[in-house]
Structure formats: C-alpha cells, structure tokens
C-alpha cells in the first residue's frame, strides 16, 4: 500500500466491466463486488428484485440486463469503476459503448456449461474493441460442476491460452475455496460464506497443487520471453516473474488468466477483486484514445492526462427524479463544476452542474473529475449516448454520429 502514495493517482483506477451469457451469474458476482468491497450492506438477490446493478423495473421483469449503469467501489487501496454491459444480444449498440469506455472486463463462465454461444459473441466483441480480459468460472457449488472442462472450452472455443491461477477445494456442494497457485495458499470460506480463512495448502493438496504450479510455469514460459529466460536459466519461475509475465499475458490477449469460485460465497469474489488489481490495466496502461478533429484535419490522440484538453464519451443518459444525469467516461482533461465544454456531436457549448460519483448506496459529490475517471453529471441538456464532449479550443469527435439514442428513465 506505501506504494501507491507515491503512484499517480490513475494508477489506482480500474474501469471495469463484467461480460456473460445471460444466467452465467453476473448480476449476482456483481453484488458480492459491491458487497465485498463494502458498498452495499444488504445483500441483494437476484429472485426478490432488491439487486443495485438491475434498477430498472422492466429489466427485473424480464430477468436480463437491459441498461447499462456504472457503480464505483473501492477494494484495496484502488477505485473500481463497474460499468454493466447489457448481456443480451438486442443492445448491440450498448453493448458496444460500454466496452468501449472499459479498459478490462472479467467474463463469468458457468462451471458446468462452460462457454455457450452467446459467450462466444460477447468475447470477440470484447476483442474487437481490445479489451483485456480475466475469467471467472462461476457455480462451482452446483452438481457436474468441472473447472477443467470449462478450461478445456475456453481453449477450445475462444482461443486464448486458458492460465488457471487456481485449485478448487471440494467439489459441487462440497465446494468450499481455493489454492491460490501463485501464493501457494489456500483460501476457504464458511459454509454460508461470510467468513474467509488463509492458510498453508493442505497436505492432501500440496502435489496436485504443486503439479498445476508447474503447469502453469510451463504455459507461461512458452508464451512469455522474458519468463522463459528465467524458466530455461533456473528450472522455475519466481513468483514475482510469473505475476508480472501473467499481467503481460492479459494486456496482451495471449493469455487468460482463469479464476473460479461461487457467486454464493459472499467472500468468494475477493480473489477476484485482488485478481482485477493485479492483472487488468489502469487508464495510464491503455492506448491513448483517437478522435477525428472535427475541422477536416484527420485523427488525434489524446493521452489519459488531466492537463490535457478535454475528450469524454458520454455513454449513458438517465433520466432521474432529480433530473438528467449523463454518464461520461473522461479520455483526457480535467472537468468542473461550471465548466463549459463543447459538445462536439450536438455542436454546442454546454455547461458542467454537479460532477457525481455515483455508488450503490449514494451519490457522492466531487469538486472534479479527471483523465481516466468514469462520473455521472447533472444539467447536460443536448448530450445522448455517444456524444463527445470536449474543450471548446480542441474539438474532437470519439464516435461518429449515430441514431440518436432515447434518454433512459430510472425512477
Ligand atoms: P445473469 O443473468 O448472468 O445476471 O445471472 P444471475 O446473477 O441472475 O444468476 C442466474 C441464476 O444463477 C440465478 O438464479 C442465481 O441465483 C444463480 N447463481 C448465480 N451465481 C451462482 C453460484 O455461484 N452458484 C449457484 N448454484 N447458482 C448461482
């Protein structure tokens, strides 16, 4: 942690999303998320329609999730930007704009059907907009539940090279944690969940658990150079290298790092938050984004700098019962309250109101918000779903104008 006193402050920010086949269990990993990192004190279920992510009400009556909404949270030292991405194939256009403004998503698998079709779509999806990627195999309570074959289906059905960082312990109902190959500790979790213990790998575990660290090391030193020096140098990979090759691995896309674990062990998502930090990238560790100048003079970068001009992608507009709340995902720059920023899709200045951060429980209000951040803004009048907003002496577009998209009433 006395780390990132010193490291910029972008550093510390991950914008994330969650990406399933409907039913696979994000709605529910995503309320542990909130749970687990202390945003929601009550546990929302999925059947009694209480969930955080799923506000709307013509989404709980069909059961998916419809519209998109982003949720901050805080986990070790580090602020989590939850973006939802609608599961279900009939938003594409949403779909595509919340992977857009995501800089890493973690894909929920069920442990006993493994890759579906529709988790097919969504991945490469996910891979034409670049966005790194870890896997989280899901259910591993329920009966014919099987880490390897669901493994074995992202091998075959996605292609990247499966990197399980992790050995269940149990089985179906006996399910009750995890080794953690990397630290060579096991995790579990009381029977309800709410509990979580760490400790040495026991001795009926320690072989199998050695072997796939081995396994692991090998898979990594065939993709990674700089882990097969190492690996051809001593024979093994130290834990620090194979942290650092798995991170590569990820941003890259060679490789997917896959966890696994039970929505229904409160705790069971930790590791998975730990996993978040550790392997997906900041807003500093991703290519700086590209406009079109909107004078005719071509593409532009912009870095992920707060002195930069501006550049943000409103993704999202609700309608709330205290007025319209616009949800931007800031490339560069710096807004504030009161600011007036160009909106180069309506072309018209408009003017900053209250800068929010929106969380589960309550909307917090901020002074500014930079280079990197994902925040939710009030009195926007023209902005819509895919409009740039950006600074008056620097136009850019980030999307070329599209169907103008309805504003979304919450209540
Ligand atoms: P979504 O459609 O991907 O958002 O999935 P949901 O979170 O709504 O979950 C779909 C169903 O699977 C619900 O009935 C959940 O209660 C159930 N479910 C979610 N996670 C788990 C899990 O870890 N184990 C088991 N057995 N069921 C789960």
């Known amino acids: 942690m006395r780390d990132l006193l010193h490291a910029d402050p972008l ?3 991950r914008n994330l999303g969650i990406l399933a086949h409907v039913d696979a269990g994000k709605t529910t990993v995503t309320e542990r998320i909130l749970y687990a990192t202390g945003t929601t004190h009550k546990r929302g279920e999925v059947h009694d329609g ?14 998916i999730t419809i519209f998109a909404a982003a949720v901050s949270c805080t986990w070790d030292g580090h602020r989590i930007n939850l973006i939802d991405t609608p599961g279900h194939v009939d938003f594409a256009d949403e779909v595509e704009r919340s992977l857009r403004v995501l800089d890493g998503a973690v894909a929920v698998f069920d442990a006993v059907a493994g890759v579906e ?3 097919e779509s969504v991945w490469r999806q996910a891979d034409r ?8 195999v899901n259910k591993m309570d329920r009966a014919g539940a099987e880490l390897d074959a669901a493994v074995a289906s992202i091998r075959a059905r996605l292609h990247p090279a499966p990197l399980a960082v992790q050995l269940p312990i149990g089985a179906e109902d006996t399910f009750t944690g995890v080794v953690d190959l990397i630290r060579m500790r096991a995790l579990t979790w009381t029977d309800d969940g709410t509990t979580a213990h760490e400790g040495p790998v026991l001795d009926d575990l320690r072989e199998e658990a050695r072997r796939r660290r081995r396994t692991l090391e090998e898979a990594v030193a ?11 140098d001593t024979g093994a990979l130290s834990t620090r290298t194979l942290t650092s090759a798995l991170r590569d691995l990820t941003r890259s896309g060679e490789g997917v790092v896959v966890l696994c674990g039970s929505a229904y062990r409160d705790r069971g998502v930790e590791p998975l938050l730990d996993a978040v930090l550790a392997y997906l990238p900041s807003p500093l560790d991703v290519p700086p984004v590209r406009g079109t100048r909107d004078d005719g003079t071509g593409e532009q970068d912009r870095p992920a700098d707060p002195g930069a001009p501006l550049a943000a992608l409103a993704f999202k507009v609700n309608a709330t019962s205290t007025g319209r709340l616009t949800y931007l995902r800031l490339y560069s720059g710096t807004i504030e309250r009161g600011d007036t920023v160009w909106d180069a899709t ?4 408009e003017r900053i109101g209250r800068i929010l951060r929106v969380r589960a429980d309550r909307h917090a209000p901020l002074d500014r918000a930079v280079a990197g951040d994902i925040v ?14 950006c600074a008056p002496c620097a136009p850019l577009v980030l999307e070329p104008p599209g169907v103008a998209e309805p504003v979304v009433s919450v209540a």
């Open 376 to 389: 939710a803004v009030a009195g926007l009048r023209s902005a819509r779903a895919g409009s740039t907003l």
């Open 346 to 349: 309506a072309r018209r200045t």
């Open 11 to 13: 550093a510390t920010v």
């Open 50 to 63: 209480t969930t955080v992510t799923d506000f709307d009400p013509q989404e709980r009556d069909r059961g």
């Open 117 to 119: 079709p529709q988790s």
């Open 129 to 136: 907009h670049g966005v790194p990627r870890i896997a989280f």
């Open 222 to 232: 065939e993709l990674h150079p700089g882990a097969l020096e190492e690996f051809c």
